[in-house]
Each structure stands twice: as C-alpha cells, then as structure tokens.
C-alpha cells in the first residue's frame, strides 16, 4: 500500500517561500515519476511540477519559481516554492507515476493512481 504524506504548507504573504515535502513508503521510491500538483477552490486538479530519473517538469506559470527536487534515501520529494503569488493557493499534492512509465512523466492527473492528504498553501495579497 502506497502511503504519502505531504506537508510544508502555510500562509504566507505574495512574493514570500515555502518548501513542501512529501514522504512516500510502499514502493521502491526511486522507480518512478513524482508529481505534485495543486487545486485550487473551483478548479481541476493541475500538474505544477513533476521529476523522474530522467529530468524535471514545470508548468509555465511557476518556471523559474518553483524547484522540485528529491531525496531517494529519504524517499522524500521536495518542492521549494519562492516569489509566490496569490495565484499560487491551492492544496497541493504529491503523487507517484505508475511504475510502467519508466523515465516519461504523465502529466495528466488522470495517470496517477495514489494521492496524499494534501497541504494547503494559501498567498495573500
């Protein structure tokens, strides 16, 4: 059984930084794509950033901004989060790809089959 736990979330104010974690047990960590995405209130659940033994993904809007990173003898994934906006807030989740994808990185969240609690991040203005 595949178990996630993320945290890291909080307040903070636009243009401050956060660092979410992500701790992942019940499978061999370093096998696969880790996702993390967000949802915000009214909105579908979107990718911001995902990392696999074979490179990194961002979504535009936080390139730059944000850096996903991850530890496979903690089996822990990072995302370190700086200039953040208002836009920003949403509860964000991590996720590990399906193992049959090998290095490529689904984007869609669709492809993910196991989901944190989430963290909730929220920007004010």
């Known amino acids: 059984q595949v178990q996630l736990v993320e945290s890291g979330g909080g307040l903070v104010q636009a243009g401050g930084s956060l660092r979410l974690s992500c701790a992942a047990s019940g499978r061999t960590f370093s096998r696969y794509a880790m996702g993390w995405f967000r949802q915000a209130p009214g909105k579908e659940r979107e990718i911001v950033a995902a990392?696999?033994?074979?490179?990194?993904y961002y979504t535009d809007s936080v390139k730059g901004r944000f850096t996903i990173s991850r530890d496979n003898a903690k089996e822990t994934v990072y995302l370190k989060m700086k200039s953040l906006k208002p836009e920003n807030t949403a509860v964000y989740y991590c996720?590990?790809?399906?193992?049959?994808?090998?290095?490529?990185?689904?984007?869609?969240?669709?492809?993910?089959?196991?989901w944190g609690q989430g963290t909730q991040v929220t920007v004010s203005s």
């Open positions: 996720a590990p790809a399906p193992s049959y994808y090998g290095p490529q990185i689904p984007l869609s969240g669709a492809r993910y089959n196991y």
């Open positions: 990392i696999s033994w074979s490179g990194t």
